[in-house]
């Protein structure tokens, strides 16, 4: 009678993530928007809707982890969160993730510096980041010279409204993001006047993943995940949740 007792103990003190991994997907989620917003205490967004219908073709219920970006990644290492979209793939991110293939989207989109447009400052090359102080959100990438650039000064922020807002009291000389990622941010009005976009811009296409934590109870699944996410973007399902305006 008391082996079985200590048989069945530990079973009630099993974390979230075990006792309920099959039914459930536990999705970091850091708020960009128009991808990812929160309103009305829900999450919405192109991205949002994408993993909804992954979760419902898959009969998975989603579980919302709201993290920046940096915490993110730190729960998906830990095994705390078992997904997270819109992942650009590195190979120090290949230690602890798994990429679904195929990539859900490809970012079109190029790589903006923004400047205050009370500053005269100019930025039409690369080199001219140098003498800079450039916001970036922490745990972020953005293309491989500028990510391993010791020599360029990074200042690490949490969250892209705290870029905007270091930006608009000159406490950064710029930041890097995608136009779309910021103009949220601010009203329209006030979003044209307070800022300008240097010349200099990284524009080239990038994949975006969608991420299952390695230490995550889904890897057992990942062939189901990449089959089903395949029949979803040849389908075109995908593309018409991203392409609604």
Same mark, same amino acid.
């Given at each position: 009678?008391?082996?079985?007792?200590?048989?069945?103990?530990?079973?009630?003190? =099993? @974390?979230?993530?075990?006792?309920?991994? /099959?039914?459930?997907?536990?999705?970091?989620?850091?708020?960009e928007?128009?991808?990812?917003?929160?309103?009305?205490? *829900?999450?919405?967004?192109?991205?949002?809707?994408?993993?909804? $219908?992954?979760?419902?073709?898959?009969? !998975?219920?989603?579980?919302?982890?709201?993290? @920046?970006?940096?915490?993110?990644?730190?729960?998906?290492?830990?095994?705390?969160?078992?997904?997270?979209?819109?992942?650009?793939?590195?190979? &120090?991110r290949?230690?602890?993730?798994?990429?679904?293939?195929? @990539?859900?989207?490809?970012? /079109?989109f190029?790589?903006?510096?923004?400047?205050?447009?009370?500053n005269? =400052?100019?930025?039409?090359?690369?080199?001219d980041?140098?003498?800079?102080?450039i916001?970036?959100? *922490?745990?972020?990438?953005?293309?491989?010279?500028?990510? /391993?650039?010791?020599?360029?000064? !990074?200042? &690490? $922020?949490?969250?892209?409204?705290?870029?905007?807002?270091?930006?608009? !009291?000159?406490?950064?000389?710029?930041?890097?993001e995608?136009?779309?990622?910021?103009?949220?941010?601010?009203?329209?009005?006030?979003?044209?006047?307070?800022f300008?976009?240097a010349?200099?811009?990284?524009?080239?296409?990038?994949?975006?993943?969608?991420?299952?934590?390695? *230490?995550?109870?889904?890897?057992? &699944?990942?062939?189901?995940?990449?089959?089903? $996410?395949?029949?979803?973007?040849?389908?075109?399902?995908?593309?018409r949740?991203?392409?609604e305006?």
């Amino acid at each position: 009678m008391l082996y079985l007792y200590l048989f069945i103990l530990p079973l009630f003190f =099993l @974390p979230p993530a075990e006792a309920g991994a /099959h039914g459930t997907i536990r999705l970091a989620t850091y708020l960009e928007p128009p991808m990812i917003d929160k309103v009305n205490n *829900r999450y919405v967004g192109k991205n949002i809707e994408v993993v909804k $219908l992954l979760a419902k073709t898959l009969k !998975k219920k989603i579980i919302y982890i709201p993290c @920046p970006t940096a915490r993110c990644l730190s729960l998906m290492r830990k095994g705390q969160a078992d997904m997270m979209i819109s992942v650009r793939k590195t190979p &120090e991110r290949e230690r602890y993730l798994s990429f679904i293939s195929p @990539p859900f989207f490809t970012q /079109h989109f190029p790589l903006r510096f923004f400047i205050n447009s009370t500053n005269d =400052l100019h930025i039409d090359s690369y080199q001219d980041l140098t003498p800079l102080t450039i916001g970036v959100i *922490r745990g972020s990438t953005y293309f491989d010279k500028f990510d /391993h650039d010791n020599r360029l000064t !990074k200042v &690490e $922020l949490t969250s892209r409204e705290q870029l905007v807002h270091m930006l608009l !009291k000159n406490r950064i000389d710029t930041f890097i993001e995608r136009e779309e990622s910021i103009v949220s941010w601010l009203p329209e009005p006030q979003y044209k006047s307070a800022f300008r976009l240097a010349s200099y811009q990284y524009d080239r296409s990038v994949d975006s993943y969608i991420a299952i934590a390695k *230490r995550s109870p889904l890897q057992q &699944e990942l062939p189901h995940l990449s089959a089903t $996410l395949t029949r979803l973007v040849n389908s075109g399902a995908v593309s018409r949740i991203l392409n609604e305006k």
